[in-house]
């Protein structure tokens, strides 16, 4: 009988200490302040490949429309990696209504979306993002399928607003 305790003891320990990685992410807390990364590419300069991280990387912030060009976007396309956790600032700065729209987000696993400092944690991907006015929100996301997806604000696509994310 003492043999199945210890048996039984030993199956729970193993359980309980795998399944405490899983709560990893809720230690994290986004209001620290770290610059952004600037490459976007998974190749760093030595031509290794970029390693994958416990740490949740910037991407690069992507800016819809300026005061002086409303159908124009700071960058258009972007790389990530495949297992990594990103944060990723998507703006409105040409005063126009913004319906930014994604495949990716039913690609990766959803974290969290911050504006204004308050934090909306998801079961699952949002539609698209609306900007009715100037502003910012922040996705927090692990990328999980590789692939190319595309983004856009539909009803100015044809203007120039639409890129490219590449998960490799």
């Keep these: 009988m003492r043999k199945y305790r210890t048996i039984a003891f030993a199956a729970l320990m193993g359980a309980a200490l795998s399944a405490s990685h899983g709560w990893a992410q809720d230690a994290d807390d986004d209001d620290d302040e770290q610059p952004a990364a600037a490459a976007t590419t998974t190749e760093p300069a030595s031509g290794e490949k970029e390693q994958v991280t416990r740490a949740s990387k910037d991407v690069p912030e992507l800016i819809l429309g300026t005061k002086e060009d409303q159908f124009t976007a700071n960058q258009k396309d972007f790389e990530l990696i495949a297992g990594q956790g990103y944060?990723?600032?998507?703006?409105?700065?040409?005063?126009?209504?913004?319906?930014?729209?994604?495949?990716?987000?039913?690609?990766?696993?959803?974290?969290?979306?911050?504006?204004?400092?308050?934090?909306?944690?998801?079961?699952?991907?949002?539609?698209?993002?609306?900007?009715?006015?100037?502003?910012?929100?922040?996705?927090?996301?692990?990328?999980?399928?590789?692939?190319?997806?595309?983004?856009?604000?539909?009803?100015?696509?044809?203007?120039?607003?639409?890129?490219?994310?590449?998960?490799?």
């Excluded at 039913?106 to 009715?132: C, F, K, S, T």
């Design 87 to 168: 944060r990723w600032k998507i703006s409105a700065a040409g005063g126009l209504e913004y319906k930014f729209v994604t495949d990716l987000f039913r690609n990766v696993w959803m974290n969290q979306i911050v504006i204004n400092d308050l934090e909306v944690h998801m079961n699952g991907a949002p539609a698209w993002l609306e900007y009715d006015a100037d502003g910012t929100i922040q996705v927090q996301f692990t990328t999980v399928r590789p692939g190319i997806y595309t983004w856009s604000v539909p009803d100015l696509a044809d203007k120039g607003l639409k890129g490219t994310i590449t998960i490799k």
